[in-house]
């Protein structure tokens, strides 16, 4: 599936293969968490870790280099924009609205502004953003975006095609904040003010 992690994918692995080795998958694949690319796979019932790896890796390089040109010109990594895809991936299901946060999040990069995604949460302590404590939103985890600047050391799960090329390709726009109601609609803002707004009006209030 889009968006899923590396462990996700060894159980997903270990239930159809035979001679999958789940353990030995987590060691080789964690280290390339985001690029096994998420797709429809067919192997025969006896392939081993070993050929998935293999496979997932080179359809991930068989994209990408669709998109290479468009990176190179975007003035980021490989990884940088393998990282915002995969939070892209989280945030948002439609084309235009990962599009429009992808031009938020790297707008906040810009600024110096911590990210404030709660989407990284889900990979390091599997909660959402309605199970989130105060405690959570200060601890020292790298992968905490409230206490750290810039992006996650790493992505936090394998995003799709339409995730990596809105994050080659944000809409441009000079809003650096955004929420989603109730009706999985977003909601953009300028600045915090008009943030905390719509904030009440869409979440609070409701």
Known sequence: PEGATTRQMSVIFRS??????????????????????PDTYFFLPNATEAVVLKTMRQNFN?????????????????????IMAS??????DREDD???????LWNRLVKNMALQVDVTF?????????????SDLKSDSAYNTYVNK?????????????????AVDPIASDNLFY?????GVTHYSRTYQQHLIKKDAYIDSQ
Not at 62 to 82: C, F, M, Y
Not at 98 to 104: E, L, N, Q
């Open 16 to 37: 159809q293969l035979e001679r999958f080795d789940q353990a030995n998958f987590l060691v080789q694949a964690q280290p390339r968490e985001g690029y096994l690319f």
């Open 62 to 82: 068989d994209h990408i280099s669709t998109i290479q040109d468009r990176i190179d010109a975007s003035g980021h990594t490989l990884n940088e924009i393998v």
């Open 87 to 92: 939070i892209i991936e989280r945030e948002a």
């Open 98 to 104: 990962r599009r429009k946060i992808s031009g938020v």
């Open 122 to 134: 889900l990979y390091t302590i599997g909660k959402s953003t309605f199970s989130l404590t105060r």
């Open 150 to 166: 810039g992006l996650p050391p790493g992505p936090i799960g394998s995003p799709s095609m339409s995730s990596l090329q809105a």
């Open 179 to 183: 929420l989603a109601d109730e009706y």
